[in-house]
């Protein structure tokens, strides 16, 4: 039955071409964005699950600064002990030189000064974002002998974690201001060169000008080479501490630069359109289109052809 109230032909055509229409709409959102599932509406679940991991990647980005403040920190302390060692090296080198009689020891003395006051400058200076831990000072309110370093985020369970990387820099510290406590150059040494309560001399304050050749003195001589050779060693074993912290951190960074692509390529795989797939569904779209434009002008001009039955 022909009716020009109902035209079934072009409410079909009408029909297809709208929904031809939304689907090249969208096609070309996702061409122009580069996502499949750009907002809620596309894919609930996939949009929660992406928008969940592109926060905690921008936080694991903060954990790579934290990772990067805190190897530089740790970097200046190793750089600022090693230098330190190099200059007590040279103080035992003076002293062993003094042990020879008939030198003058007084003369020995004022480059050991100097060589002591280029030691406290190291110290001081080895400082990076406020953080010193070579010169301290123990008694301090803020101060934490423990350093931490944030080293990582996780989330298990919908429940947030923080890693962090500790540093015990009790014994990798030179001079402590504090009246309780030492560090390795100004901690007062017996006559075995232990740090000890009954000590009677340190690494910062070793003073050569008096001694003679007396055998009390020559011990005592002795003595001072020995707590030189044991801060050594001290800070032989900080350095070596420091260094395997240094190690660790620099290994920490790469796996948070690792984690962060791997994070980011799996919500790549959730979210983002496949452009070989859309530019393909885009070119069969536009044909459709224009197919589906026809099919409605041939459907709306179909009505045309009942006014030939009322011609005489």
């Known amino acids: 039955m022909s009716s020009i109230n109902t035209n079934v032909a072009a409410m079909t055509a009408l029909q297809t071409l709208t929904q031809t229409n939304k689907s090249l709409t969208e096609t070309q959102n996702r061409i122009s964005t580069g996502y499949r599932v750009a907002t809620a509406a596309d894919n609930a679940a996939y949009w929660s699950i992406a928008t969940t991991m592109r926060s905690d990647n921008a936080a694991l980005s903060t954990v790579q600064d934290a990772l990067g403040l805190g190897a530089a920190t740790v970097d200046v302390a190793y750089t600022g002990i090693q230098s330190a060692i190099d200059v007590v090296d040279e103080i035992k080198t003076k002293l062993v030189a003094a042990r020879q009689p008939g030198i003058d020891r007084a003369k020995v003395q004022s480059e050991i000064t100097e060589l002591q006051a280029q030691i406290q400058g190291v110290a001081t200076s080895a400082t990076f974002s406020g953080e010193n831990w070579l010169s301290v000072d123990s008694s301090a309110a803020s101060y934490n002998a423990t350093k931490t370093i944030v080293a990582s985020?996780?989330?298990?369970?919908?429940?947030?974690?923080?890693?962090?990387?500790?540093?015990?820099?009790?014994?990798?510290?030179?001079?402590?201001?504090?009246?309780?406590?030492?560090?390795?150059?100004?901690?007062?040494?017996?006559?075995?060169?232990?740090?000890?309560?009954?000590?009677?001399?340190?690494?910062?304050?070793?003073?050569?000008?008096?001694?003679?050749?007396?055998?009390?003195?020559?011990?005592?001589?002795?003595?001072?080479?020995?707590?030189?050779?044991?801060?050594?060693?001290?800070?032989?074993?900080?350095?070596?501490?420091?260094?395997?912290?240094?190690?660790?951190?620099?290994?920490?960074?790469?796996?948070?630069?690792?984690?962060?692509?791997?994070?980011?390529?799996?919500?790549?795989?959730?979210?983002?359109?496949?452009?070989?797939?859309?530019?393909?569904?885009?070119?069969a779209l536009q044909v459709k289109q224009q197919l589906g434009v026809q099919a409605l002008s041939i459907a709306n001009s179909s009505s045309q052809t009942i006014l030939s039955l009322f011609r005489g």
């Open 153 to 283: 985020f996780s989330r298990s369970g919908g429940t947030v974690t923080i890693g962090t990387i500790g540093i015990n820099t009790g014994n990798t510290k030179l001079y402590d201001a504090s009246a309780t406590a030492v560090g390795i150059i100004d901690g007062l040494r017996d006559n075995t060169g232990a740090i000890s309560g009954s000590g009677t001399f340190s690494v910062a304050n070793i003073n050569i000008s008096a001694l003679t050749d007396s055998a009390a003195d020559l011990t005592t001589l002795e003595s001072y080479i020995s707590g030189v050779d044991k801060a050594i060693s001290e800070m032989t074993n900080a350095a070596t501490a420091l260094g395997a912290a240094k190690a660790r951190v620099g290994i920490q960074q790469d796996f948070v630069k690792n984690l962060m692509d791997a994070v980011s390529r799996g919500v790549g795989q959730l979210v983002d359109a496949d452009m070989n797939e859309e530019s393909t569904k885009l070119q």
